[in-house]
């Protein structure tokens, strides 16, 4: 279902070009009357003040409405979105004219008029080279009090979101004790599965179609087999939204969400439940994991703030009902806030598998500054890798130059679930 | 507004900006004639250029003075310059611009063919003139 969007727009009234140019020439025309003594041009001058005096006697000013349809139009980078602008007079009397469009909207976005029909009604193709929200803005102008007065206005037709694109490669997700649920990750547990574990004696409730019949015969008593199960995961992708200084991690801040849609797709295609927390603002928004395309969808729209999908909660902290028992969280930042990192902070003492992505690239300095600083910041960087390190946060650097599902080869692999099935057996 | 500017309305309005041209140039000689020349040729580029339109009234005005002309006529020629202003302006003409203009020039030509000639008349003039001016132009100080 296409939603149409409708603004009214607030319209500033001031004298149009028509009274302007009445007044003139009756201003003129009585000041030679006057001053000239030429008493017969009062006649000249007085069907202009008749025109002028009759705004008292003429219709209240409309009210304009712009309405949008699509309301809202979701695109990804470099598509091109179509979208029909229309403004609509609340009294529209006959034979009088409807009101002025203009439409525009900011840098980065390109609009195209798609054969003008009318200057009332316009459809634009609009497409973006770089993800986020573009406003359509509307310039209405509209005449008034038959013709004497004139309405500029300026509204927000409709949004259109673009949503970054990302690499198709796939992120691998760190090793951890994954959820008891079927899914495609290979793990080390024992259960339904296709992957050979180890061959055992056969106890009473066994199926009968896991017997492993060639070493039965061998052995003389029933032996069954066992299978390595797949396992699926919850991954988190938490988003850095606080406000960063200009210059380098301003630039930086554009790979969060390239690397967030990247992380969320291959989470979903391997079947994984995958969800969203944007912390910053002090109103993280979040989705809650769920599985398939329409979540990848949603969780899109959460991330850009299209529609109400998503839902908000006051804090600094990821909300416990945003990342579910056992879920995995991938978080992308600078790692410039403390906040950020004290919510990652938490996350790892709720249990939680958290993995820091730094998508900072050098120092955040925007000039050029002493080697030596930059030296310093590098060294100040490390530590704190090794002091969230050994929290257990793991921080992974994410350069420009390298893609996501290689930097993500390098999260440490802290062998924790060999070591429990060890003792398991 | 470019909405304005259908062909058929810029013919009528140019045709009423000749006939006010006209009006004010029946009498008219010499001087009056060239100022005449100029308001036409006005006139005819306020067709195509818009604020030469209030440059067509301005030399209609000046070619009213040279002339002299009467009442009357000058009359007609201010009915003319409304109708032209108003048809140039906007295509959508409303009843109380056409009553409020056809109204005040009955009221100035009653006021113009006066033929009581007072006193104090060019003295009070310029502040009823002035007054009326602040009066009419009143309701567009707010918008």
Redesign the interface.
């Known amino acids: 279902m296409i939603e149409s969007h409708s603004t009214e727009v607030e319209l500033r009234?001031?004298?149009?070009?028509?009274?302007r140019?009445?007044?003139?020439?009756?201003?003129?025309?009585?000041?030679?009357?006057?001053i000239?003594?030429?008493?017969?041009?009062?006649?000249?001058?007085?069907?202009?003040?008749?025109?002028?005096?009759?705004?008292?006697?003429?219709?209240t000013v409309p009210r304009v409405h712009v309405h949008a349809e699509p309301g809202s139009a979701r695109c990804f980078e470099s598509e091109e979105s179509r979208l029909d602008v229309w403004a609509v007079r609340e009294d529209t009397?006959t034979?009088?004219?409807?009101a002025?469009l203009t439409l525009e909207t900011v840098d980065g976005m390109r609009l195209e008029r798609v054969e003008p029909a009318s200057?009332q009604r316009q459809t634009v193709a609009v497409s973006a080279d770089k993800w986020g929200r573009y406003p359509i803005v509307t310039r209405v102008?509209v005449?008034g009090r038959?013709?004497?007065?004139v309405g500029t206005g300026v509204a927000d037709a409709a949004n259109v979101f673009v949503f970054p694109l990302a690499p198709p490669q796939s992120t691998a997700i760190p090793r951890t004790e994954l959820l008891d649920r079927l899914g495609t990750h290979l793990t080390r547990h024992i259960g339904p599965g296709v992957e050979y574990a180890d061959v055992r004696r056969y106890v009473p409730g066994d199926q009968l179609r896991t017997v492993n019949w060639p070493v039965s015969a061998r052995r003389g008593s029933l032996h069954v087999t066992e299978r390595l199960t797949d396992r699926a995961a919850d991954v988190v992708v938490l988003i850095d939204g606080y406000p960063q200084p200009p210059g380098p991690a301003t630039e930086a801040t554009d790979r969060i969400a390239r690397g967030a849609v990247q992380v969320v797709q291959s989470a979903l295609r391997s079947g994984d439940r995958a969800g969203v927390v944007a912390l910053g603002g002090r109103h993280p928004r979040w989705l809650g994991a769920d599985i398939g395309r329409r979540q990848f969808y949603r969780i899109l729209d959460a991330m850009l703030t299209a529609g109400d999908g998503f839902e908000t909660t006051p804090g600094t902290l990821a909300p416990r009902a945003a990342v579910p028992p056992g879920a995995i969280v991938i978080a992308f930042s600078t790692m410039l806030d403390t906040e950020f990192a004290l919510a990652l902070i938490d996350l790892r003492k709720r249990g939680h598998t958290v993995v820091a992505v730094d998508v900072l690239e050098g120092a955040p300095f925007e000039e050029e500054r002493d080697r030596l600083v930059a030296r310093m910041w590098s060294l100040q960087r490390s530590f704190m890798y090794r002091d969230m390190g050994t929290i257990g946060v793991d921080v992974v650097s994410w350069r420009g130059d390298a893609t996501l599902d290689q930097a993500m080869q390098l999260v440490p692999d802290h062998r924790r679930p060999s070591r429990r099935r060890a003792a398991r057996t | 507004m470019r909405a304005a500017a259908s062909p058929v309305t810029r013919a009528v309005s140019t045709a009423f900006g000749l006939v006010m041209v006209a009006s004010a140039a029946v009498q008219a000689d010499g001087p009056g004639l060239v100022a005449a020349v100029v308001a036409a040729a006005a006139v005819l580029a306020g067709s195509v250029f818009r604020p030469a339109a209030t440059i067509a009234v301005l030399a209609t005005v000046a070619v009213l003075v040279l002339a002299d002309a009467p009442p009357v006529l000058t009359a007609t020629s201010g009915l003319c310059a409304a109708a032209y202003l108003v048809l140039r302006h906007t295509a959508a003409v409303t009843s109380p611009t056409v009553l409020g203009a056809v109204g005040f020039t009955a009221a100035g030509l009653a006021a113009a063919s006066l033929p009581i000639q007072l006193p104090w008349v060019p003295l009070l003039a310029p502040l009823a003139v002035l007054v009326l001016y602040v009066l009419v132009t009143r309701p567009f100080w707010a918008t």
């Open positions: 009234w001031r004298p149009s070009p028509l009274t140019a009445v007044i003139t020439s009756a201003a003129a025309a009585l000041a030679v009357a006057v000239g003594g030429y008493w017969q041009l009062v006649a000249f001058a007085a069907p202009l003040v008749g025109v002028l005096v009759s705004i008292g006697w003429q219709r009397e034979g009088d004219v409807a002025d200057r102008r005449l038959g013709g004497l007065v």
